[in-house]
């Protein structure tokens, strides 16, 4: 089974503190994504990544960074989080354009 | 850019009934379509899976169709359970997935 890991399924921080968010798969698949997701806008594509220290920009990258030093590890990062990136974080992986596959969620409080 | 629409936003039957939800999108240049499940406050469950060649998939009592030129996709549920109670979202990947707001079902015992 495939399987994707978030570092926390609940985080809480404060208003302009650096945050990074984990994600790690093991079934060696070349691309991962982090979304957001809010009620009533549904999933949206933060960054993603076709391979190792490559990363492309998806619908709303304002604000976040990422990393990928390793295959199986995908890092989100805000670099100094505000009340509007409280949200449920989510990471995927998925082998080239075939089906992805998502982590538990993580539910960042920004206070 | 890809626009993906989910109708219903929510529904709710009784145990027994079949289900049809509803998505469509705005351009049919697309490697695949999947449908997903999410339970509240968890991550997202496959489930199918539908190639930009095929028609249709079948897993269960789950059936989605596609018609790509038309820009839709329906997802049925047969004789609905309790069990499937949950949110369900339909993505659209053309190199990148863009998701539905997601029709919120609820099945009453």
């Known amino acids: 089974d495939v399987k994707v890991t978030q570092s926390s399924r609940y985080l809480v921080k404060r208003t302009g503190e650096k945050v990074f968010l984990e994600c790690v798969q093991d079934?060696?698949?070349?691309?991962m994504f982090w979304y957001r997701q809010d009620p009533g806008l549904g999933l949206r594509l933060i960054y993603f990544s076709y391979d190792v220290k490559m990363k492309e920009k998806g619908d709303i990258p304002e604000g976040y960074s990422v990393s990928r030093e390793k295959k199986e590890r995908f890092s989100l990062i805000l670099e100094s989080a505000s009340t509007n990136q409280t949200s449920m974080y989510l990471c995927?992986?998925?082998?080239?354009?075939?089906?992805?596959?998502f982590g538990p969620g993580t539910r960042l409080t920004v206070l | 850019k890809q626009e993906v629409t989910q109708i219903p936003a929510a529904l709710s039957v009784p145990e027994g009934e079949n289900l049809v939800l509803n998505c469509s999108f705005t351009?049919?240049?697309?490697?695949?379509l999947q449908w997903f499940r999410q339970d509240p406050g968890k991550g997202l469950t496959s489930l199918l899976l539908i190639q930009s060649s095929q028609r249709e998939q079948t897993s269960g009592r789950l059936n989605a169709s596609l018609d790509k030129s038309s820009g839709r996709s329906t997802l049925y549920i047969a004789a609905s359970q309790p069990g499937d109670s949950a949110t369900y979202l339909c993505a659209v990947n053309d190199y990148k997935l863009s998701f539905g707001a997601g029709t919120t079902v609820t099945v009453r015992a």
């Open positions: 351009d049919s240049a697309i490697y695949n």
């Open positions: 995927a992986s998925s082998p080239r354009t075939d089906t992805q596959y």
């Open positions: 079934m060696d698949h070349e691309n």
